[in-house]
Every structure is written in C-alpha cells, then in structure tokens.
C-alpha cells in the first residue's frame, strides 16, 4: 500500500483579486467557482486520491498564524480531517514551506509520497486530476520527482513552462514525459513558438515525492535552507486539541530562513543530475485565477458571456463581470468590464487590464 500525505501550501495574499481578497481573508478561502473555497477544493481534490493500492492520510498544510483558525474551521466544514497545520511567523516562499511539511510527515519513521499544491487554483475535471496523480504517486514512490504539467491551450506569457523529452527505452508509461529543462515566463513570440512546437507544458507548482526525496534534494542543492528549516523544526512548539494541531517553528530560525522558492531551490537544478524528474502531463481544466479576469474564464456566464455574483441588473451589456457583495450594481451598455463590489470598496476596470 503506497502512504500518500497531501501538503497545501497556503500562504499568500492573493492581491490582485482585491479588493474581495484581503490580507485577513486572501483568496484562497473565497468561494470564487462553486460551493467550496478555493482551499476547500484543493483539500478535497488530494484527500479524495486513494484507491486499492494509494492509502493517503490527514492532510498537512502550510499557512501563516493569522489566518490558522480561518483554514482548520474551513477544513471542518467541508468535513476534512487535519493532520497538522504549520504555522509560519513570516512568508518565505513555498521551498521552507514544503521543507516543513516533509519533516512533519517523516517524523515518525514514516516516508510518505507528499502531494503538493497550493491552495489557490481550481480544476474543473476532478477525474482526470485524479488519474493524473496517481500516475504521478506510482513514480514517486520509486523516488523519483514527479511534476504535474498542464496541457497548454493558448501563447500564454504568464506561467513558466516545463520542457519536456520523450523518455524511449526508460519502463514508464506512456503519458509521463522526462524533464529537460525548466524555462521563464516567455514573451508572445517564445510562448507561440512553444505551443507550436509541443513537449512544452505550464508549470502549475503541483509536485509529487516521497519526503525523503525532497529533504535529500535541498540538501544537496541548497544546504543552508536545509539546514536553517531544520533548526526552525527542532525549535517548534505544538498546540494540539481535540478539533486542531497547530505547530510552530521557532520563530527566529524560521526568520533566518533564505526565502526561495520549490522551483528554484530543486526542481530547477534536478534535470541531468542524481535526482531523476518527470512530467506527468495534466490536462482537466487548470486555472489559477491569479487576476479577475482569469475568474471571469472559469464562471458560468449567460448568452452575452456576462458572469454575474450578487445583485446585479445588466441592460445591453456584453463580457462582463460583475461581483456585488452587499449592494445592487447596475450595468447599461457597457463591455468588458470588471466591477467587485465590496462594504469599504469598489472596483471598476477594464478586463483586458486587471
């Protein structure tokens, strides 16, 4: 039985969907598609992975001390068990992140596969995610880095890409691709010339390891952010109770911790060394709403493409979106339009702009 311990990585503030997402409330815990919050979904989506042979346990996440009560009591609702939730006193990117999710899940001998995502994307085909990671979980639990890729539909120059290579002889299935490279955010012209080309996929920040893998990785790469999270660890202190475990790092270590990110601290430098990388290609509605028009694509809109939240009247108005928290917003004759509307707050602009 393969042991699968699903990692959310919660940080971040998520300001360019302002003013609905605040440093108090970002927008990882909004309901911007569906029900269920952004972190919600992702909860569900890694908790909901096991089959015969993938066991996977409570999940851990990755968050800061001021939002901790807002991300276990969304986890109780949606009727998710926490295993433990690692409180950082200050943001230093998702590589100590990981870091400490890793030694909390070898801390008791075990060495689970980690499914790692943040908390702030959405999918719209849960099946296929499904399918696709636990593809993923098969060849990381022979220690191999495993790295989802989303299928790219359009010359995005938003993402970085994942360059790919087809494997020949190797005994791995056919859908998942050897890593060659790991490549910036292109222009117009690159990323049209990537999309023609094909084997090169959008970086989606989702990873699949043993905890192992990665604390033996970053040791090799970047020793002092190894050895500086594990101070922070030795430093932590636990609050446990029957609904709730909150653990804490030592908040100076985990201040001198170097911030950097999964991506530049390992998986960057893992192509042509000891630590073998793959791709598994993923291709189920990705979408990480990193601006209000990003939610704009993913919401169900009516014949003219308007997507309408709240209390909304629209006369002669055409690919608009409009969000109205707690007054009437009015449209007339106007396209392409983003209005979020909040108590202390408005927001009017263009959607080719926001």
Not at 153 to 163: A, K, V
Not at 176 to 195: G, I
Not at 206 to 230: C, G, Y
Request: charged share 15%.
């Amino acid at each position: 039985m393969i042991q699968v311990t699903p990692v959310i990585l919660c940080g971040g503030s998520g300001t360019r969907l302002w003013p609905l997402s605040r440093t108090g409330f970002p927008k990882q815990f909004l309901c911007l598609t569906g029900e269920n919050s952004l972190f919600q979904q992702a909860a569900l989506r890694l908790t909901s992975l096991g089959n015969s042979t993938i066991q996977v346990s409570e999940a851990l996440i990755v968050t800061g001390e001021e939002h901790r009560f807002l991300a276990s009591e969304q986890l109780r609702e949606a009727g998710i068990l926490l295993g433990a939730a690692l409180l950082e006193p200050v943001g230093r990117n998702t590589a100590p992140a990981l870091t400490l999710a890793a030694l909390a899940a070898i801390e008791n001998g075990a060495d689970p596969v980690l499914v790692v995502t943040p908390a702030d994307q959405t999918v719209a085909d849960a099946a296929a995610f499904k399918v696709a990671t636990q593809v993923a979980i098969e060849q990381a639990v022979k220690g191999n880095i495993v790295i989802l890729g989303v299928t790219p539909n359009r010359p995005e120059t938003g993402y970085g890409y994942i360059h790919t290579e087809t494997i020949g002889s190797l005994p791995l299935q056919a859908n998942v691709c050897q890593v060659k490279a790991f490549v910036e955010k292109p222009d117009a012209d690159t990323a049209q010339q990537y999309l023609a080309e094909g084997g090169y996929f959008w970086n989606a920040g989702m990873f699949v390891l043993k905890a192992s893998v990665w604390l033996n990785a970053l040791e090799q790469f970047r020793p002092d952010i190894h050895q500086a999270t594990l101070q922070a660890w030795i430093q932590r202190s636990a609050d446990a109770n029957t609904a709730t475990f909150f653990v804490r790092p030592g908040k100076a270590e985990f201040t001198a911790i170097p911030a950097e990110s999964v991506d530049y601290a390992v998986m960057e430098r893992c192509p042509g060394s000891c630590f073998p990388i793959y791709m598994v290609p993923l291709n189920a509605g990705w979408n990480d709403l990193g601006a209000w028009d990003a939610v704009w694509n993913v919401m169900p809109k009516d014949e003219y493409g308007n997507a309408h939240v709240g209390d909304v009247l629209s006369s002669h108005s055409s690919n608009t979106l409009v969000h109205a928290s707690s007054r009437l917003v009015s449209l007339v004759g106007v396209r392409d339009l983003i209005v979020v509307e909040t108590p202390d707050a408005v927001l009017v602009a263009d959607k080719n702009r926001s």
